[in-house]
């Protein structure tokens, strides 16, 4: 796996990550906006592509590859379904989105999804902010990575490496690259 494929801490509270991925941007950006296309490598659901407009993801991680390895008994309860709820931020088609995670007893974080032509391919660059400590940003970092890479192989007609297994990997990566000792 290229380093380049990594999010990079941004701010103390905030990750980014970037991705050159097969164009049109507009084929990009049905990825991020239309439910069908979105629930092949993040969650289905409709979202009106307009400031203000609420949404909700229904997320069921195992069926997004065909190898379904279930997850090992420590991330056992996010096997099952569960559904979240979202507000859009931002939205400049085809070229910005961005909308709230999370919330619950805390404030909402922020996910934004940048395109730009790149030649033939389309930029993603996608900045998760307000991160409440390091032990959130590991689980976030894993979750975007494995969900971008079943993006990108989604995108390029290959077949997703499994989801649990690649996010046990990269949870154990980005704890180590998160959570080591700061000078």
């Not at 192989?153 to 980005?174: I, K, N």
Request: proline share 7%; glycine share 6%.
């Amino acid at each position: 796996m290229d380093d380049a494929d990594y999010g990079r801490p941004i701010a103390e509270d905030s990750i980014r990550f970037e991705r050159l991925l097969p164009g049109p941007i507009e084929r990009v950006w049905a990825f991020l906006t239309e439910s069908d296309k979105r629930g092949q490598w993040l969650a289905p659901g409709a979202m009106e592509t307009r400031q203000g407009a609420t949404f909700a993801l229904h997320f069921q991680n195992t069926e997004l590859t065909p190898d379904r390895t279930p997850p090992s008994e420590r991330f056992r309860h996010y096997d099952r379904s569960f559904t979240t709820q979202h507000q859009v931020l931002r939205c400049e088609p085809p070229h910005l989105i961005a909308w709230t995670w999370g919330g619950g007893n805390e404030a909402p974080s922020e996910v934004t999804f940048e395109l730009s032509e790149a030649g033939d391919q389309v930029r993603l660059v996608v900045t998760h902010r307000r991160l409440a400590d390091d032990d959130t940003r590991v689980t976030v970092a894993s979750g975007w990575h494995t969900h971008l890479t079943i993006l990108e192989d989604v995108l390029q007609g290959h077949r997703p490496a499994s989801f649990w297994p690649t996010f046990e990997r990269l949870e154990e990566e980005y704890r180590c690259r998160i959570m080591s000792p700061r000078s």
